[in-house]
Each structure stands twice: as C-alpha cells, then as structure tokens.
C-alpha cells in the first residue's frame, strides 16, 4: 500500500514539475486535446459577444424608455393649453375679443331630408 502511495506522489510530483517547465505542453494528451480547447475558446468568445451584445440592447431600450416619458410629459404639456382653447366657452371668449361677427346659434341643428317621388 505504501509503494501504491509513492509512485501516486511521485506521479503528481512530476505532473506539477511538467506544469512548471512547460513539458506537459507538448505530451500526447494534450495535443489530442487542443481540438476541444480550440472549441471551448470559441464558444468563450461567442459567450462574452453575446453577453456584451445583450446588455447593449437593455441601454438602448432604458434609454428609450426614458425618451418616451419625456415625450409624454412634452406631449401634456402641449395638450392642456389646446384642450383648455377648444371648449365651447373659451372659443366664444375669442371671437368675442377678436370682433367677429359669429354668434352661437339659438335654434337646434336640424335634418334636411328629400323625399323619393
């Protein structure tokens, strides 16, 4: 049991050398493996473009968000004087002020129709 425990030391030992002087770089297991590295460095930088590609979309859309409301804000504010000069007393206070001759009219609308003779 002892000697299993000394070649797994002395295998580790040589595992962390290799790692250190650059020899495990050119072993057979891991040329078989740059293949998968290659890939799993690709599917790493399709991960961060889309990431960054994703969070650029979340500012352009806060930032249009933030343009609505203060379109909205805009758009009330250009509003409220127009609805306050479209009501039916307002409209007669400024053909009074302006001297037109245009009055309200006393009598109802009425429907003009034509018989078939």
Request: net charge positive; aromatic share 8%; no cysteine.
């Amino acid at each position: 049991m002892k000697k299993e425990n000394t070649s797994h030391i002395k295998q580790i030992r040589s595992t962390i050398k290799g790692l250190f002087n650059g020899s495990i770089l050119v072993s057979d297991f891991v040329r078989r493996q740059i293949p998968f590295v290659v890939f799993l460095f690709i599917l790493g930088l399709i991960y961060i473009s889309n990431r960054y590609n994703a969070e650029s979309i979340f500012r352009q859309t806060d930032e249009a968000k933030k343009r609505i409301e203060n379109l909205r804000s805009e758009k009330i504010e250009i509003q409220s004087p127009l609805m306050q000069n479209s009501r039916k007393e307002r409209v007669l206070q400024l053909l009074n002020e302006k001297g037109s001759q245009l009055k309200e009219p006393t009598k109802p609308p009425y429907k003009i129709s034509r018989s078939k003779e």
